[in-house]
């Protein structure tokens, strides 16, 4: 128990720290991309106002002595700026037939594949975006004409792609550095839920071992009353009584040895057909007595690797569970079909007066749904957690859902090997 909370807070932790992390890097990683394209287009548009150049005389600060630099502060754009911009234009006709274009800006450019990139936006109809590495766009003159502008923004991409790069490897990283510390801390963190957990356990163990003694006592002063003054009813009551405490210390001792991370079932091969079918049975009798149907559809011979004695447990749980909140009248079915890929599945339904309001406590120990019911129906509340405990310890999985709103199914799926 105490690994699979260690193992749950860590997944927790670990998943907590991806996501932030995640968020954090992809919200970098957009920013700085936006960054870039927000250039190119600030660029882009400072050309298309100049019919493809900078102005010159602004950006070279040959304005009055008083406004040394008069571009607008806001642009991501500087004096330097034309010096540092590798571009190229082109210039189509109405029909969007290249007519000029010009390369004197880039070299990594020359006048034919600037004219294959500028074929491709102008067929798209797109009026911006990227194609490779350049950032363009297109506007349309007053004389019907169209200016294509190509800005290089391969520097710009390059130092995003190397910070998404970077950011990356920086992540995982961090991930294994915080991992490794979240594991070691860990056993820290559960060592006190584990001590608690251990004096439960121990308290359970010699609970368990000094009630028998008083148990033996009282059942034996109870048989040499019976044998005095014969049967009668305080005699019964007290022997049943009896009978339910040693069953709650018997489960309740199993429950915690079953906790156990050295736990281990004895495998062996049973027949759990005949085991489910021996249990079962005794249930039509007292199902008649109670106006109860109880239907039994077990396929024969179905061979699995496990513990008899628990398989017993848990077949005799699920079956008085369902005897127990039975609606009377009403009914119980028990289905167990042939393994399917190495799996058997058993199903045990039965009519009740109410659905449950929250199936998945059902499994939590001394859980009741109906709290009013906890004596009259003769459980604790503990049934159903050993039921899972042992279903656990084969790896398979247990499960209680609705088929409809007057009926209750227990599915158990068990691995044949």
């Not at 005897?323 to 079909?337: A, L, T």
């Not at 058993?346 to 998945?360: A, H, R, T, Y």
């Not at 009741?368 to 050993?386: C, N, P, T, V, W």
Request: one cysteine or more; hydrophobic letters at 40%; aromatic letters at 8%.
């Amino acid at each position: 128990m105490i690994e699979k909370l260690r193992r749950k807070f860590i997944l927790v932790t670990m998943a907590i720290v991806f996501l932030v992390m995640f968020v954090v890097l992809v919200t970098l990683n957009i920013t700085n991309y936006f960054h870039a394209v927000e250039r190119a287009d600030e660029i882009l548009t400072v050309l298309a106002e100049n019919d493809g150049s900078f102005p010159d005389e602004e950006f070279l600060g040959q304005g009055s002595e008083n406004e040394p630099d008069s571009f607008p502060p806001n642009q991501a754009v500087s004096a330097e700026t034309p010096f540092e911009t590798r571009y190229f234009t082109v210039i189509a006709n109405a029909d969007r037939e290249i007519t000029q274009i010009d390369t004197t800006r880039i070299r990594s450019i020359d006048s034919e594949t600037g004219q294959i990139y500028a074929r491709d936006i102008l067929s798209s109809g797109e009026t911006k975006g990227y194609i490779d590495d350049l950032r363009y766009k297109v506007v349309k003159q007053e004389d019907g004409t169209f200016l294509a502008l190509f800005v290089d923004d391969q520097r710009e991409l390059q130092t995003m792609r190397t910070f998404l790069q970077n950011s990356i490897v920086i992540g995982l990283i961090s991930l294994v550095f915080i991992f490794i510390l979240v594991f070691y801390f860990s056993k820290k963190i559960v060592k006190p839920v584990q001590e608690s957990i251990d004096r439960q356990k121990q308290f359970i163990t010699d609970m368990g071992h000094e009630i028998k003694t008083p148990l033996a006592i009282i059942s034996a002063n109870n048989d040499v009353q019976q044998m005095l003054s014969g049967d009668n009813e305080w005699t019964k009551s007290t022997g049943k009584q009896i009978r339910r405490l040693d069953s709650l210390m018997e489960s309740m001792l199993q429950l915690t040895q079953m906790d156990e991370e050295a736990y281990r079932p004895n495998i062996e091969s049973i027949n759990f057909s005949q085991i489910l079918y021996e249990i079962c049975e005794p249930y039509v009798l007292i199902g008649k007595q109670k106006e109860v149907a109880v239907s039994l559809d077990i396929q024969p011979n179905v061979i699995i690797q496990a513990e008899s004695g628990s398989i017993n447990k848990l077949c005799s749980l699920l079956m008085d569970n369902a005897n127990k909140y039975v609606r009377e009248p009403g009914s119980i079915q028990v289905r167990s079909g042939s393994p399917q890929g190495h799996k058997v599945r058993l199903s045990i339904s039965n009519s009740v007066n109410e659905i449950p309001g929250n199936f998945d406590r059902l499994f939590d120990r001394f859980y009741r749904e109906d709290q009013a019911r906890k004596h009259s129906s003769g459980g604790y509340g503990i049934g159903l957690s050993l039921a899972a405990a042992i279903v656990e310890s084969y790896h398979g999985h247990i499960k209680a859902k609705p088929l409809d709103n007057e009926t209750i199914v227990f599915e158990v799926e068990l691995p044949t090997k």
